[in-house]
């Protein structure tokens, strides 16, 4: 198993009739991912682009036996898709959506803890294996298989870090986005964990940003634990205090989670900070 | 959203836990006539009000005149003071703290209390604060509220009403979806009553389609802040010179730090989200120009979003607008090619990579 998925990881779309559900589901199937079968209430029986099946509930998908499912619903129905997700027991939860009210994922990630399964998202780009599998929405061309693994809060400014690691010749073993949202499923140092456990990664790229105090848990946690190189670029050093940029979890409050303090943190661990997302190619040896 | 504290109160009367009692007015023509000694408190978000002069006490009816005169349509620290909280005033005995926060870290809500109120939490000494993470899933229950109350040395009395409290306050927390619930302080008064002296409430935007009674224009944006959220955009108002339109929000913050670094001044953040309509860049053209920015930069790095989309969107702004100010355009990913081909014919200028265009902008924006 490569980190978290791979080439035989089968994959269900809850909101697979929807626009971005259908958009993304067909992406994931050009990038070659299982999708095994799709979700949508009162359509069970047809078909998504004439392969995929389409049943009524989670409950009737899991004679699919699926690994993973992607949730692409309305924000007032995800706490509803994931628990219903959770209840039959899918390994990997990933939650494309966004706004979805943190007070909701608080009860998803908890829920999830008690019966072990993986929370990925909500307000995240999702997961890909190079060659193997994609769940979520991240652009297809963008990627190389290689040793470089890439964990980030935000979507787009990971695509533009991926695209400057595969145009430096590198490539990645993983790319994995946490969400932009104050609360989600995973932190920096659970997938540090994975990437260091993964015989496939050399290198480590984390994409921080401002906000929490995620990176500076995950610097102390490289300090002890990490081998591999790792390198990191932080968002957000520009932000006034007290403004939410764009991402519900981007903000400094009271002073907690300014990009300074994520800097310090990664350079008193021995983690080079790239200025630009352009310079974090050059910064891996 | 940071709610006022005159809104957290009425939250709070709702749910139990006791207030002051008090009005609020926006205008001195609405004062009742004094009755007892009061409180005149300028409804502005600002940690340590009073010592800003945002606090005043009233005696008589003089005082209470001259205190809603003095305040209402100040400014105090550049704040704009369009509303006054008028209470009766408490005779405190004694000031503890409490909150219930979210732990981002955690990702479960925290109660902290203690036994020193009235200054900021962060001043108090770390062993005098009661922490306490609550599993969302269990809840709040009474042992809590025990634990705490044994921490804080309260009077049997005392411990009563704020165990009380406890339960209300975290039923505001849970129900309301806040980030944050805050006594600061917490009265004990001379006649062994407990009050919520002031109230810090700050609530999850994204859970306004369940608070739909609310009021929801978030007193910390300004009018073209208020005009983007409308329209959906994600858009902040800077201090600088530069326009700029990105997508996504981490991309967006990456091309206001790569401005800055080059010594360029954003004008905005404004993230065009994923997208694949022109219309939207319209729209978002129409918000930056508003702005009144020297120059503006285009940043998308196209996959959802096209860039022969991006691009028809910018000439249909630069003719509906009449746009004569410089624009940079980068244009990387899925329809790129095609997305500065549409530019070039008309006119505008594209860059490749994201340095090329900040290099770009920051120079015809010191030449404007």
């Known amino acids: 198993m490569s980190v978290y998925v791979d080439e035989n990881t089968k994959v269900i779309v809850q ?22 079968a799709g979700i949508s209430p009162g359509k069970g029986g047809t078909k998504f682009q004439d392969r995929v099946p389409i049943v009524n509930s989670v409950a009737d998908a899991m004679s699919f036996s699926p690994d993973a499912t992607m949730i692409s619903v309305a924000a007032p129905f995800v706490k509803d898709a994931a628990y219903e997700a959770i209840d039959a027991g899918i390994g990997i939860v990933y939650i494309l959506t966004e706004h979805v009210p943190f007070h909701d994922t608080m009860e998803i990630v908890h829920q999830a803890r008690r019966k072990g399964i993986t929370v990925m998202g909500p307000n995240g780009p999702g997961i890909t294996i190079p060659g193997k599998c994609k769940i979520g929405i991240m652009p297809n061309q963008i990627f190389k298989d290689g040793d470089v693994a890439v964990a980030s809060r935000s979507g787009t400014l990971t695509y533009e870090i991926v ?54 848990l995950a610097a102390a946690y490289i300090k002890a634990n990490i081998k591999k190189q790792v390198v990191a670029y932080i968002t957000g050093r520009s932000a006034p205090p007290g403004k939410r940029m764009g991402h519900a979890g981007a903000i400094i409050e009271k002073g907690v989670g300014t990009a300074e303090s994520k800097i310090k943190a990664f350079n008193e661990a021995g983690v080079k900070v790239a200025d630009y997302p352009v310079d974090v190619p050059k910064l891996l040896r | ?135 969302p899933l269990l809840g709040y229950s009474d042992f809590i509220g025990r634990e705490a109350s044994a921490f804080m040395k309260l009077d049997p009395d005392i411990a009563k009403q704020f165990r009380s409290l406890l339960v209300n306050l975290y039923n505001v927390f849970v129900n309301e979806d806040c980030e944050l619930v805050e006594i600061n302080p917490l009265v ?41 959220q409308g329209k959906g955009y994600a858009f902040v108002e800077l201090d600088g010179k530069i326009g700029v339109i990105a997508n996504g929000a981490g991309l967006t913050m990456a091309t206001l730090d790569a401005l800055t670094l080059h010594n360029g001044k954003p004008r905005n953040f404004l993230d065009l989200g994923g997208t694949d309509n022109v219309d939207i860049v319209v729209e978002a053209f129409d918000l930056v120009l508003k702005a009144n920015p020297r120059a503006i930069l285009v940043n998308i790095f196209g996959g959802v ?51 090329e265009a900040i290099e770009r902008v920051v120079k015809v924006s010191e030449v404007q």
């Open chain 1, 15 to 36: 909101g697979i009739t929807g626009h971005q559900g259908s958009f993304h589901a067909g992406e994931m199937i050009k990038f070659g991912t299982k999708v095994v």
């Open chain 2, 305 to 355: 979003t096209k860039c022969d989309t991006v691009a028809n969107g910018i000439v249909a702004a630069k003719n509906k607008f009449a746009i004569k100010k410089p624009m940079v355009v980068r244009l990387s990913g899925v329809h790129e090619e095609e997305g500065r081909q549409i530019l070039k014919d008309n006119g505008i200028e594209s860059y490749p990579t994201m340095m």
């Open chain 1, 163 to 216: 695209e400057a690691i595969t145009r430096s010749g590198l490539g990645e073993s993983a790319v994995i986005g946490l969400g932009g949202d104050p609360v989600v499923g995973l932190t920096f140092i659970d997938v540090l964990k994975k990437f260091n456990d993964d015989p496939k990664t050399n290198k480590i790229v984390l994409v921080g940003e401002i906000g929490g105090n995620n990176e500076e």
């Open chain 2, 188 to 228: 004990i008064t001379g006649e062994g009553n407990l009050i919520a002296a002031d109230a810090k409430v700050i609530m999850d935007s994204d859970s306004f389609f369940r608070h739909k009674d609310i009021v929801i224009t978030d007193p910390e944006k300004t009018p073209l802040e208020l005009e983007a």
């Open chain 2, 1 to 135: 959203m940071n709610l006022y504290e005159y809104m957290g109160k009425e939250i709070f009367r709702k749910n139990g836990i006791p207030v002051p009692d008090g009005y609020v007015i926006d205008s001195v023509s609405q004062l009742k006539p004094f009755k007892k000694p009061s409180v005149v408190k300028s409804q502005i978000l600002l940690g340590g009000r009073g010592k800003s002069g945002g606090i005043k006490f009233a005696r008589s009816d003089a005082d209470l005149k001259a205190a809603a005169t003095d305040l209402l349509g100040s400014k105090i620290r550049n704040l704009a003071v369009t509303k006054v909280l008028i209470e009766d005033m408490l005779n405190i005995k004694k000031e503890l703290y409490v909150s219930i926060a979210l732990s981002r870290a955690d990702r479960e809500p925290v109660l902290i209390a203690s036994n020193s109120g009235g200054v900021e939490i962060e001043a108090v000494p770390q062993n005098e604060i009661f922490t306490k993470k609550i599993d």
